[in-house]
């Protein structure tokens, strides 16, 4: 079961990160909105894979973050079919409710932030949520928040003993690098050609 909840969650985490960077080196806005589409997909699929492996590892944070992160994911899919201004604000409350949520279970489950993968899953909330937000807003900064995502549930994950996931995560960051440098890149030729 383990395997297999790594290797779904784990595909999908990568694709989406594929995709994302597969948008930022898309010359037509059309290819690029096919990418991002795909991005979000993906990023959904395998988000229930994610939530119960932090579920069984009772990594409350992480994983009521991961569920709270749904509806950021929901607004970057709705952004990237009908644009900007058509996602409902809701599902920014939402997000934020499971946040606290996550948060107020650890801190009762374990008497506070007592253990180094407690300090490793708020870097993982913090990356994850302010990633996938800025992303869904097409945020060049989402890219620096997923990289600090990436690192800390790599690390998490070693420590848990989930390789494949571990990983996935480092390669993960590989792409995310590369989107946040070609964005950056494509940013300076638009802004050197006016």
């Not at 948008?23 to 699929?45: F, P």
């Not at 970057?76 to 948060?103: K, N, T």
């Not at 506070?112 to 807003?137: H, N, P, S």
Request: charged share 15%; aromatic share 10%; proline share 2%.
């Amino acid at each position: 079961m383990d395997s297999l909840l790594q290797i779904w969650g784990g595909s999908s985490y990568l694709l989406n990160k594929i995709c994302f960077a597969g948008a930022e080196r898309s010359s037509a806005a059309l290819n690029s909105r096919k990418w991002r589409l795909w991005s979000w997909i993906v990023y959904l699929a395998g988000l229930p894979a994610w939530v119960t492996v932090f579920i069984l590892e009772r990594n409350w944070i992480a994983a009521m973050v991961e569920a709270g992160g749904a509806p950021a994911m929901l607004i970057g899919l709705i952004i990237a079919l009908r644009g900007h201004g058509s996602e409902p604000r809701w599902l920014d409350w939402l997000a934020r409710l499971s946040v606290v949520g996550g948060l107020l279970l650890s801190l009762h489950e374990f008497g506070g932030i007592t253990t180094a993968g407690q300090v490793l899953e708020l870097c993982i909330a913090a990356g994850f949520l302010m990633g996938t937000y800025l992303m869904a807003k097409e945020n060049v900064q989402g890219y620096l928040w997923f990289m600090l995502g990436n690192v800390s549930c790599a690390a998490l994950m070693g420590l848990q003993g989930y390789s494949i996931l571990m990983a996935q995560q480092l390669v993960s960051l590989v792409f995310v690098a590369d989107a946040w440098r070609s964005r950056k890149a494509a940013k300076g030729r638009d802004s050197s050609t006016r």
